[in-house]
């Protein structure tokens, strides 16, 4: 017995907590013989545990191809980005011991879940949740007169003829979790923006993504833990980070923390992470 995948369409985009994931599939058996084939769809979340839907089964002629089956997963709650897989098996996986994996398909980042989620659809900052900070910072001065919503969009300027820049802080502290940004960086050569955790003083509790604000595609992530840098890691993007938006995320553990782009991971660190509650930032500005 042999099967082939034709179709694989999975959920896509940004899914709410304690919503299901779907796929809609379609297969083939490529064998000799009349058949019955076992669908299964799985995905696997942020802390690596797949979370496998129910197999369903699809009789089919030899060289016959199936219509669109559906297929779905428990509820999910886990924020981060999350894997799909569809395979073909022979008998029925999980309840079957003799069942034979046909073929397989998997795909990376398909869809995330937010617990807290900010679009900025008002013209001002939510007072419960952020407020504009006022300090020095490198060369800059953070200033409230830099920070703006515009058509949905966080702006922070970085005046012409100046060196000041803006900045935004949470409310609320946070700790281990998924936190993600959708940016375009300014060309502003010798700026960087900034998304962070952080809680001073300095040194003792951070974690942080640095754009460079240029076409040298470079970003930087490191970590801050008991008065000291814990790690540090400059690395090159697929992209110009000033062309158009892409989403920066990283997925943070008591032992560990992940660093993505647009989904995909970029750069780990493992052990020596910051373990208290921090505040979470926004900022663009110029460093020493």
């Known amino acids: 017995m042999s099967a082939e995948i034709v179709t694989f369409e999975t959920s896509t985009g940004t899914i709410q907590p304690d919503s299901t994931a779907t796929a809609s599939v379609r297969v083939k058996n490529t064998g000799p013989e009349y058949g019955t084939l076992w669908i299964g769809y799985s995905v696997q979340g942020p802390t690596g545990r797949w979370h496998d839907g129910s197999a369903i089964s699809v009789e089919l002629a030899a060289g016959e191809e199936s219509g669109p089956r559906e297929l779905s997963t428990e509820a999910l709650d886990t924020p981060g980005y999350y894997k799909a897989r569809v395979s073909v098996w022979s008998r029925e996986p999980g309840s079957d011991p003799?069942?034979?994996?046909?073929?397989?398909?998997?795909?990376?980042?398909?869809f995330r879940i937010f617990g807290t989620r900010e679009d900025f659809v008002s013209t001002e900052l939510d007072p419960e949740w952020w407020e504009t900070t006022i300090r020095e910072l490198g060369r800059s001065n953070l200033e409230p007169d830099n920070v703006s919503i515009e058509d949905g969009q966080l702006r922070l300027t970085l005046p012409a003829q100046t060196l000041n820049g803006g900045e935004i802080a949470s409310k609320g502290t946070f700790g281990p979790g998924f936190y993600a940004?959708?940016?375009?960086?300014?060309?502003?050569?010798?700026?960087?923006?900034?998304?962070?955790l952080y809680e001073p003083p300095d040194f003792e509790s951070e974690i942080d993504v640095e754009i460079y604000n240029d076409s040298s595609r470079r970003v930087l992530f490191t970590t801050y833990a008991g008065g000291e840098q814990t790690h540090t890691e400059t690395t090159e993007l697929p992209f110009d980070p000033t062309q158009d938006f892409h989403d920066y995320a990283f997925s943070y553990y008591e032992d560990s923390i992940t660093f993505l782009v647009d989904g995909?991971?970029?750069?780990e660190f493992e052990g020596s992470v910051p373990y208290k509650p921090m505040k979470l930032y926004v900022n663009a500005w110029f460093p020493q």
């Open 98 to 110: 003799e069942a034979k994996r046909l073929a397989n398909i998997e795909e990376a980042s398909t």
């Open 181 to 196: 940004a959708r940016i375009k960086v300014p060309d502003a050569p010798s700026s960087i923006t900034g998304f962070f």
């Open 264 to 267: 995909e991971p970029i750069e």
